[in-house]
């Protein structure tokens, strides 16, 4: 090898250590947990010898596709959104670690995963399964002329418990 090679091999070495090293130990496991969901999929589809940085972007879209559309957890229940987006992530993650030039987030030639991965994280909000389900919510004039009426609003009291919400049966 020439000094030059040799110079670029180190320097791509050492910019990898780095960004390793960077790297938080979370990410790295979540990275790597993400891919095996990722592969177990593939395997699932009898996609076992694919290795993903061979693929062409068109085929990488079209299985990521699938795969948004179709993972589940092992127990078979759906993901939550922002897990579907933390799987996206975490490819993108392994592509760009593995001096992929392909960003499955930004790419046109990946827009049909996107477009899949957006239809499943709507449809899974509609269904209940957004991450904060039993998120507070603003009360319905209906609602708060309910409490109201019941007493449990009004009188003197600023104050009012959250068992004494509980009683008012809104």
Known sequence: LTKM???????????????????????????????????RFLAKINKTN?????????????????FFEQVRKINGEEYEPSTLTGLQTSIQRFLSDSGSKMNILKDDEFAFSRKVLRAKCKNLVVQGKGN??????SLTEEEEEKLFQSGAFGGFSPSISGSEIGRAHV
């Open 5 to 39: 090679k040799i110079l670029v091999t180190v320097k791509r070495k050492y910019k990898s250590l780095y960004k390793k090293q960077q790297k938080s130990e979370n990410t790295v496991k979540k990275t790597s947990s993400d891919m095996k969901c990722f592969y």
């Open 50 to 66: 694919v290795q993903i940085l061979d693929l062409p972007s068109e085929e990488l879209d079209h299985l990521l596709g699938k």
């Open 132 to 137: 904060r389900p039993s998120a507070t919510r």
